[in-house]
């Protein structure tokens, strides 16, 4: 296959870093691939695309050295700007890339200010090609996140450009419209002849859509490999805390000389398991007594006006109580009125008809500064927690501003618990991501809350960090009175929660445990909903009950295993 991208011995570091964040690397990609770029967070990935369209060095400015060939074009040769129309990137904070009010002026945009006389035609070719029918005069606000994150895609598409880079392309996205993402770039690779480049965490995306995978580790290029061989490397992918497939994992956790053979797909696994499997899993969630009410929602609806003065309803006559000791994942579509909801919990948003009581308070008549002292809503974006100049300014902010006794002595412990006490001088905003989502959970944390609503709590992390944050989570509880989270991540949802709550088109559709939400699958479909992958297995096993982590998997197998004396992969 004809060489399209080309990296020969870059090595490249930031103005003012102490260390290169690109360390000689080479890597050439073929027209036409499907490739993903896989590392832990700081490898290098984000600042490897970035060489491809120019913006390293022309405008990340700092030590360069090697060479970039995108299209036989040497990239310190051309302008971004001529790079642009060769490679299209869609970057992870893609809401930052719609700059017109309206769609289809969005989408034209690029060739517009191109030049192009048909600027119009490219913008609706580039919104057919992703899906967005019928929206081109509707204002951007007005879309979901997965269709503004379709539309950054059609902005870059209506330059036509040769090579697609998306950095992190299901991060935001509940799991339906992340399915229709791949599916969509799936079809403008095999259809359309584009080469698409992914940074991934997600591995079963990589499994299922991509040819290639590229492993990044300190700014090296560890290997390039065919997806299949790649995810197979457990050891090597699990030394830098990137995590294989959950049906991989499992499958390495009974047998790690099976390297050769491991399932890394669904159905791989099947086959793979292919012994009925009846023994005892993980034991469901116990189901506590409903204790005392601190939250109810009567009757409640919301709803604002749009710029056109009509009026968009974003929840329906919600009737909802929240429970002492409840442990609350609130889950639904792009747009199913989740953070709506948490809103007027805070009382920064009132309900337009309806009450809202928190803790016997009207949230009416209570200003949202009253309210902080009985719930912390902690945003989707840590950025938005950080007032001060260093993490233990902001996490005693609160502490100071009500004048709390021995404030000091509650940051010390706060900090240490959430492993920030090294970090306490720095500032909170230019930390990692996962570093910032600890820092917003030690504020919550310290303002001593009755109740702490998280919105999307371990969107935009990686697969370790994601773990490491969920068991921070997991101790939340023993701060406070109830915990509700809007979340995406179903393996969140299922290890965690003991009560689940399904939101469509701002109507309470479902209230229960998981096992009533993930064997309705029905109720799955409905709510853009996908089960993990091993719960998925587990029920195609017929495994009773079901597992719903890798651990209980793997337990229910080797205990089958110890009964029977047979391991699955023996089972023809």
Excluded at 352 to 359: A, L, R, Y
């Amino acid at each position: 296959m004809t060489e399209q991208l080309v990296i020969e011995n870059v090595t490249f570091q930031y103005p003012g870093g102490d260390l290169p964040v690109l360390r000689n690397v080479s890597l050439s990609i073929e027209k036409g691939d499907f490739i993903a770029i896989m590392g832990s967070n700081g490898s290098g990935k984000s600042t490897l695309c970035k060489l491809f369209n120019g913006l390293i060095p022309h405008y990340y400015v700092g030590d360069f050295s090697g060479k970039v060939t995108v299209n036989g074009l040497v990239t310190t040769e051309h302008k971004v700007a001529e790079l642009s129309q060769n490679v299209g990137y869609v970057y992870q904070d893609f809401e930052n890339q719609l700059v017109s009010p309206r769609v289809l002026d969005d989408a034209s945009f690029a060739p517009l200010n191109y030049g192009y006389p048909d600027y119009k035609e490219k913008g609706k070719t580039a919104l057919d090609l992703v899906g967005l029918y019928g929206h081109d005069d509707e204002f951007i606000w007005q879309l979901s996140g997965g269709q503004k994150h379709l539309l950054a895609l059609a902005g870059i598409l209506s330059l036509d450009p040769d090579v697609l880079i998306i950095d992190e392309p299901v991060a935001q996205l509940d799991p339906a419209h992340a399915e229709e993402t791949y599916r969509i770039l799936k079809r403008l690779n095999e259809k359309y002849g584009k080469t698409i480049i992914v940074i991934e965490h997600h591995t079963e995306f990589i499994a299922d859509f991509c040819k290639h995978v590229v492993l990044m580790d300190k700014g090296e290029v560890v290997w390039k490999k065919k997806t299949e061989d790649g995810l197979r490397e457990v050891d090597q992918l699990l030394k830098r805390q990137i995590y294989p497939p959950q049906v991989t994992q499992a499958a390495y956790s009974i047998n790690p000389d099976d390297k050769g053979i491991l399932p890394i797909h669904l159905d791989e696994a099947m086959a793979y398991f292919s012994h009925p499997m009846t023994a005892s899993a993980a034991e469901s969630m116990v189901k506590s007594e409903q204790s005392e009410s601190i939250i109810q929602m009567e009757e409640v609806s919301f709803s604002y006006k749009t710029i056109n003065r009509s009026k968009k309803q974003v929840l329906q006559h919600i009737n909802l109580d929240i429970h002492k000791g409840d442990l609350i994942a609130l889950v639904g579509n792009n747009g199913a009125g989740k953070s709506s909801l948490m809103r007027l919990i805070t009382g920064l948003s009132k309900p337009e008809s309806g009450h809202v009581f928190v803790k016997g308070l009207d949230t009416k008549k209570q200003s949202p500064e009253h309210l902080a002292d009985l719930v912390t809503y902690i945003y989707q974006n840590p950025e938005e927690m950080f007032i001060e100049d260093s993490v233990r300014k902001d996490v005693e902010f609160f502490l100071k501003a009500r004048n709390i006794p021995n404030y000091k002595a509650i940051v010390d412990d706060i900090l240490e618990a959430y492993d920030l006490t090294h970090l306490q001088e720095r500032d909170s905003r230019l930390m990692s991501g996962g570093q910032q989502r600890r820092a917003s959970l030690a504020i919550g944390v310290a303002m001593n809350p009755s109740v702490i609503l998280l919105d999307e709590p371990t969107a935009n992390l990686d697969i370790a960090t994601r773990k490491h944050i969920t068991k921070l989570i997991g101790t939340l509880k023993e701060h406070v009175e109830a915990v509700v989270i809007a979340t995406h991540d179903m393996q969140l949802v299922a290890e965690w929660a003991s009560r689940i709550i399904v939101l469509h088109e701002g109507q309470i559709i479902h209230d229960g445990d998981r096992e009533s939400v993930f064997q309705n699958q029905s109720l799955l479909d409905v709510a853009g909903l996908k089960a993990p992958q091993i719960l998925q297995l587990s029920k195609r096993l017929n495994l009773s009950p079901l597992a719903y982590t890798v651990q209980d998997f793997v337990q229910a197998v080797q205990r089958e295993e110890a009964t029977h004396g047979i391991h699955p992969q023996t089972i023809g």
